[in-house]
């Protein structure tokens, strides 16, 4: 017994099965960035140390990332310590891949704002560790493995998206976007809470890999045949013959027990005619991640919201957030929900359609600049649903590509914009720029103007840059699959889009005016760091194999046994 308990006390303390470890480091490093500013600016004529604190925690960032990579991802170690913190917490290559690019991009973001903040009047330090706060709980998502988790991991972001769209508290456009997005994450958190309870109460489980185990055909006949003899072999789709509740406690990735609940006509009448509560479930909290997504048609939030935020908070909404919830859609319709993809196929591709519809028409008639990458956010996202209904292997590694595409492209968008300052200003002056403002930024700041063109070149889906590759995957896994019309209706779609991104290439390069604005040249590091991120798309498209082949390998380890460590059959569908 004692060794048994030293052993235990081992594996908590062991840094080898700390899968959490970046993210306790993070936690640890807000609390003493917190308490050293606090004793710094105790006084009221304390310093201003917006940019040393943002550096600061940019250089957290960058260390979690070191973790992270440091980590032991072999493939003879890896899977033996995928799960932890009972079976809430899940380590695989999923989690280390999408972390990673979390805390790369959260510690570039960090750099980027940490001189526009005076710009923006944003003098209070705290805004920083709200924002550090809103990455700690977007890493927790990306690693949770139950529904209880990933509820709580999502709230601890949205709360502190919701303060840092409403915290520029002298602007009635900040306060009423803050109010907007508290009310619209609000009615998201009552689906996501509603679809877990009905899975709850009809499966008794709340885990993703129980939700596997009893969906897959094989693993549940097995328990069948072992536990319950006299019964026999049930058809595959286990809740279309629910014969039996269950409730599934899991240890180490192993099936301890199977309790038999209760059995009589009764209930076996009920559950067949109600069986598809589960289904209702899913669609539910599909519904609320969507809305996190802004696809359309639950998008309308995201105009209102990332037109008032300010230009820092709006970045970190439209950048930085989305990988996350993508993880949380992969992990439960790719692995705990597959077997009933005929199911929530159908909303993938019907409302990813319709966000390239409406993110591709709804952009033609825009002049402001954040409601028009608010409509291009909403196509991108339909683009990557797209993917993920495609029922294939590839559908996956390419939604994974995508979004990595997406977030460098936009990030060097949204970077420019906070970059750009005016010579002169008055008390008129808009912070919220519009297409007629960059019209002679081609003669005041010309690295700005062609890192801009570049950009949404790549945005529109043009080579030589990359975003040509990512549009080009995402309809390849449509094609393979034989979805002709969304995969047709997507790319006419596509080419309506490009009008407007064309539209602003034009307005830097072909408008004969001579009155405008005009703007300071960007500082050295700013411009490294641009530079950095327009370099990336020029190279991914020269040389895409590495992004490629990560993403490869992640969707192949979704789909390894966690009981047995082997690989799904040959026959499984994803294996095409």
């Known amino acids: 017994m004692t060794n048994l308990m030293v052993n235990n006390l081992y594996n908590v303390v062991s840094l080898q099965s700390f899968t959490v470890f970046p993210e306790y480091f993070i936690t640890l490093s807000i609390i003493y960035i917190l308490i050293v500013i606090t004793l710094i600016t105790y006084n009221s004529n304390g310093l201003m140390l917006q940019k040393a604190v943002s550096e600061c925690m940019a250089l957290t960032l960058f260390m979690a990332c070191y973790l992270i990579l440091n980590d032991d991802l072999t493939s003879a170690s890896y899977f033996m310590d995928i799960l932890s913190f009972s079976n809430a917490v899940i380590y695989d290559s999923l989690a280390s891949f999408t972390r990673f690019w979390l805390c790369f991009f959260s510690g570039l973001y960090f750099l980027f704002v940490a001189d526009s903040l005076k710009e923006q009047k944003l003098t209070s330090f705290e805004y920083l560790i709200i924002i550090l706060f809103s990455v700690l709980g977007l890493l927790i998502m990306c690693s949770s493995n139950d529904l209880l988790l990933t509820y709580l991991a999502i709230e601890l972001s949205s709360l502190a998206l919701y303060v840092l769209a409403s915290f520029k508290k ?17 009615v998201s958190s009552a689906f996501f809470l509603l679809g877990s309870s009905f899975i709850y109460g009809f499966t008794g489980s709340i885990n993703f890999f129980d939700f596997y185990r009893m969906y897959n055909a094989s693993i549940y006949d097995y328990v069948m045949v072992q536990w319950f003899p006299g019964i026999g072999y049930l058809p595959s789709f286990f809740f279309e013959s629910w014969l039996f509740s269950f409730s599934f406690r899991a240890s180490y990735a192993r099936l301890i027990e199977v309790y038999d609940l209760t059995f009589d006509d009764l209930l076996f009448g009920y559950t067949i005619d109600y069986f598809n509560f589960v289904e209702i479930g899913l669609t539910l909290i599909l519904f609320s991640l969507f809305i996190k997504l802004a696809a359309a048609p639950f998008h309308l939030w995201s105009l209102d919201v990332y037109e008032g935020s300010p230009t820092s908070s709006t970045i970190f909404f439209a950048v930085i957030t989305k990988l996350s919830i993508l993880v949380v859609l992969i992990r439960l ?60 292997f590839t559908g996956v590694q390419m939604a994974l590509v995508y979004m990595i595409i997406y977030m460098i492209s936009s990030l060097c968008v949204w970077s420019i914009l906070l970059f750009l300052r005016l010579k002169r ?32 070149f790549s945005i529109a889906g043009i080579p030589p840059l990359v975003g040509f590759l990512a549009k080009l995957g995402v309809f390849l896994p449509l094609i393979i699959n034989s979805y002709y019309l969304p995969a047709l209706a997507s790319i006419v779609f596509s080419v309506v889009s490009t009008f407007y991104y064309i539209r602003l290439i034009k307005v830097l390069y072909f408008e004969n005016i001579l009155v405008g604005k005009l703007y300071y040249p960007i500082n050295s590091e700013k ?48 294996n095409k």
Not at 171 to 186: L, N
Not at 429 to 450: Q, V, W
Not at 528 to 546: D, E, G, K, R, Y
Request: glycine share 6%.
């Open 170 to 186: 002298t602007s009635s456009y900040s306060v009423e976007s803050g109010i907007k997005y508290f009310i619209t994450g609000a």
């Open 333 to 392: 319709c790719h692995m705990a929900f597959f077997e009933i993809k005929e199911w929530w196929d159908f909303y993938f591709l019907s409302i990813g359609v319709f966000s390239i519809f409406v993110g591709s028409f709804g952009g033609l008639k825009q002049r402001k600049l954040k409601t028009l990458l608010a409509y291009s956010s909403t196509s991108h996202m339909g683009y990557i649903l797209i993917a993920m209904g495609s029922d294939t």
């Open 527 to 574: 411009t490294i760091i641009l530079s950095v991120l327009i370099f990336a798309l020029i190279f991914l498209f020269c040389n895409p194999t590495l992004l490629y082949l990560a993403c490869y390998k992640i969707s192949l380890a979704l789909f390894v046994d966690p009981v047995t460590y082997s690989s799904l059959p040959i026959d499984y569908p994803f």
């Open 425 to 456: 200003k008055n008390i008129t002056t808009k912070y919220n720029k519009e297409l007629g403002d960059l019209a002679l930024l081609r003669k005041s700041n010309i690295p700005l103007s062609l890192a801009l063109s570049l950009t949404m």
